[in-house]
């Protein structure tokens, strides 16, 4: 197909890789890692506010978060995640990409230290706003999704983009790791402090005044990574893609792109005006032109993220759960509140290393030769076999000489997950849609797995219940149990599967290609057919 490119927007797409794409997936990627940090931190601490809050005395076993409440800190910043993701998405693509990478920033630092300075004269009260400020904390960090993504795919090189989106995305990891090893050096440097009884010994002296310090700053250390980012995340020129085919100012474009790349530059004044009247850059996301183009595409990148989410949450938010079923964390009674935390952040951060972090960086690694549709239909189907793996002799993994085996299966599909549809769903929403839509149909995708998320975080408090209503956890009605919900997780994987037969393969393209925005009046029809045809 003919194609008319813009010389500043070509140079970008064959540029060798430079320092620039390290410093822009370093301070892309730290809003990642901060955003990571702080969403996955709370599971390590709410059995600790549990204790805190709703020990009853005299009570045989130490207080946990009723299920209303447990539902809401853990969900809460999901929530506003999600509304995040749609807003600052949209915005990002009215605003441009660089005016509102600040603002999300500057929520996201405001609040992780309100998080910890979360304060009530009840128990409800303390938790009521902790979730008000991890509401808009989530907000924040909802904002960095499209405008992160879009960011790095505008700035990239077409041969690299996919490493170098999966690289932003990989920091997410690394956050899950230091939410882990944060939490182990402030719980052990407390519990050597102050050295109490188990809960079985003594409930009352098992859990130390000084504990309540401890959710607080594992909470409120959210806040470093992201401040300091803020100074670079300012200094960051808006992206080409948006200055010259959304803003249509060409010689601000070549400007800016002359100092990245240090390189001389043509303003094409003319062709960008040019490129902007063309019919291909003229539909809206609501018109019947963007459904007939990208809609099967929106619907493969939204659904295939609502499934993954509804498993990748479900496990992550709660895998301290599983690890008590299986005896890997020991039972409450024989711990102190301090140590818990301890033993529960070993664990998570256990598989963090193990499989989490290295199934990222896998992805990094192949990405741009294996392809992002190959990868996800592998991660989504290894990810199916792994559940039922687990579920379908799930008693057997509970007995005492298997927990090994256990951990390592349960390990692969994090692995997975991760070297798959986690980093894939990503990648592909900052591709494939137009640059004055980029920002906001990203948004909307990864709303879409939020949404998810929001499913497997509240569904699985309940779904995991003991069929048993004498073994539940205290406030939950019966459920299904850890094995069918184990079985439900791996039928959801496999019908992500089936929907990421909608995703289109972007790998070795230009955006312009994939969008369709450079291409010429006759080449219309064509592109249309394409952006209807799903992979095979």
Same mark, same amino acid.
């Given at each position: 197909m003919a194609r008319e490119q813009l010389a500043v927007l070509n140079a970008l797409d064959v540029a060798k890789t430079q320092w620039y794409h390290f410093t822009t997936i370093v301070i892309a990627g730290m809003g990642f890692f901060t955003d990571a940090?702080?969403?996955?931190?709370?599971?390590?601490?709410?059995?600790?506010?549990?204790?805190?809050?709703?020990? /009853?005395?005299?009570?045989?076993? +130490?207080?946990?978060? +009723?299920?209303?409440?447990?539902?809401? #800190?853990?969900? #809460?910043?999901?929530?506003?995640?999600? @509304?995040?993701?749609?807003?600052?998405?949209?915005?990002?693509?009215?605003?441009?990409?660089?005016?509102?990478?600040?603002?999300?920033?500057?929520?996201?630092?405001?609040?992780?230290?309100?998080?910890?300075?979360?304060?009530?004269?009840?128990?409800?009260?303390?938790m009521a706003t902790l979730c008000f400020f991890r509401f808009w904390l989530g907000f924040g960090i909802g904002g960095d999704y499209p405008l992160s993504a879009t960011i790095m795919s505008e700035y990239a090189n077409?041969?690299?983009?996919?490493?170098?989106?999966?690289? #932003?995305?990989?920091m997410q990891g690394f956050g899950i790791l230091a939410?882990?090893?944060?939490?182990?050096i402030v719980s052990a440097a407390f519990d050597h402090k102050f050295k109490t009884p188990t809960y079985h010994d003594n409930p009352v002296a098992s859990l130390a005044p000084q504990a309540d310090y401890i959710w607080r700053i594992i909470l409120m250390f959210g806040a470093i990574p992201a401040a300091l980012t803020f100074y670079w995340r300012m200094k960051m020129p808006e992206t080409a893609r948006y200055t010259a085919l959304v803003a249509k100012n060409a010689k601000l474009a070549a400007a800016d792109m002359s100092k990245v790349l240090n390189l001389?530059?043509?303003?094409?004044?003319?062709?960008?005006?040019?490129?902007?009247?063309?019919?291909?850059n003229s539909f809206g996301l609501f018109s019947k032109e963007f459904a007939k183009r990208h809609g099967l595409h929106l619907l493969g990148t939204t659904s295939t993220w609502f499934l993954l989410d509804i498993a990748f949450y479900s496990q992550n938010l709660f895998q301290k759960d599983i690890f008590s079923a299986i005896n890997w964390i020991p039972p409450a009674t024989t711990m102190n509140a301090i140590h818990e935390v301890f033993q529960i952040s070993k664990a998570q951060t256990l598989i963090a290393l193990c499989s989490t972090v290295p199934g990222y960086w896998f992805t990094v690694l192949f990405i741009d030769y294996l392809g992002r549709f190959f990868i996800q239909m592998m991660?989504?189907?290894?990810?199916?076999?792994?559940?039922?793996?687990?579920?379908?002799?799930? %008693? %057997?993994?509970?007995?005492?000489p298997n927990r090994i085996g256990f951990v390592v299966m349960y390990s692969l599909t994090f692995f997975f997950a991760n070297f798959g549809p986690n980093a894939t769903t990503f990648v592909?929403? @900052?591709?494939?849609?137009?640059?004055?839509?980029r920002s906001t149909c990203h948004g909307i995708s990864a709303?879409?797995? /939020?949404?998810?998320?929001?499913?497997?975080?509240?569904?699985?408090?309940?779904?995991?219940?003991?069929?048993?209503?004498? /073994?539940?956890?205290?406030?939950?009605?019966?459920?299904?149990?850890?094995?069918?919900?184990? #079985?439900?997780?791996g039928i959801i994987n496999f019908i992500g599967m089936a929907f990421t037969l909608l995703v289109p393969?972007?790998?070795?393209?230009?955006?312009?290609?994939?969008?369709?925005?450079?291409?010429?009046?006759?080449?219309?029809?064509?592109?249309?057919?394409?952006?209807r045809t799903p992979p095979v």
């Open positions: 940090y702080d969403l996955f931190c709370i599971s390590l601490v709410t059995k600790l506010l549990g204790r805190i809050y709703y020990t /009853k005395p005299g009570a045989p076993k +130490p207080g946990t978060l +009723p299920p209303n409440v447990a539902a809401a #800190v853990n969900g #809460v910043a999901l929530c506003g995640t999600l @509304a995040g993701q749609l807003f600052f998405g949209w915005l990002g693509d009215k605003l441009g990409r660089k005016k509102v990478y600040g603002i999300t920033l500057i929520l996201m630092i405001i609040c992780s230290l309100a998080s910890g300075l979360s304060f009530g004269s009840t128990a409800n009260g303390t077409k041969k690299t983009r996919g490493r170098f989106i999966a690289a #932003v995305f990989a939410g882990g090893f944060v939490a182990l001389e530059l043509e303003v094409e004044e003319e062709k960008v005006q040019r490129i902007a009247q063309k019919p291909s991660g989504f189907f290894f990810m199916t076999v792994f559940m039922f793996a687990i579920a379908i002799p799930y %008693h %057997h993994w509970t007995l005492k592909v929403p @900052a591709e494939i849609f137009p640059a004055r839509l709303a879409a797995g /939020k949404a998810g998320a929001i499913i497997g975080a509240f569904g699985f408090l309940y779904a995991a219940q003991n069929t048993d209503p004498k /073994k539940t956890d205290a406030g939950y009605p019966p459920g299904i149990g850890v094995k069918w919900s184990l #079985v439900v997780l393969e972007s790998k070795g393209k230009s955006l312009e290609e994939l969008s369709g925005e450079n291409a010429d009046d006759n080449d219309e029809e064509m592109q249309s057919a394409s952006a």
